[in-house]
């Protein structure tokens, strides 16, 4: 099975709650929102806005978090990490 | 039982991290790191601090989001929020 997933970025929050929507509609049973940084924030904001302005019968299934770590020039960051899984009541 | 919480807002992630921490070794066995709308992301950063650098008996037991609608000047605004039970290993 393909893992549906969306990346939250710094766009405006409706291009991913129409990239989210858009894949239940093309027949996903379950979309991860993935984020990471500041944008979790953002991340979370997409979660609530589908399941609770557009499509009522999909839920939270399962959030996790973690870190990356990533090598910039100044040296190794820590970057907070953020799964959102959402999924259509059976 | 009391619940421990740690509300986190725009004060330096370590100010929380410090908090969350004192919770711990005060005797909780369960710490609610709870925040809303941009400070959702720096919540997450505590809980990803606390377990992987000073705590690593503690774990991710249990992450709630969710939607508050606040009244404001401007008419009333959704944010979000998010519930992070970090918790000793049994």
């Given at each position: 099975m393909t893992e549906h997933v969306v990346y939250v970025g710094n766009k405006p929050v409706m291009n991913y709650v129409l990239a989210t929507l858009t894949q239940f509609n093309e027949g996903a049973d379950e979309v991860v929102v993935k984020a990471r940084g500041r944008a979790i924030s953002r991340a979370v904001d997409v979660a609530e806005i589908v399941r609770n302005?557009?499509?009522?019968?999909?839920?939270?299934k399962d959030i996790k978090i973690d870190t990356e770590e990533l090598n910039s020039e100044r040296g190794n960051i820590n970057v907070s990490t953020i799964e959102i899984v959402l999924a259509k009541a059976a």
């Open positions: 302005r557009f499509l009522p019968n999909v839920g939270v």
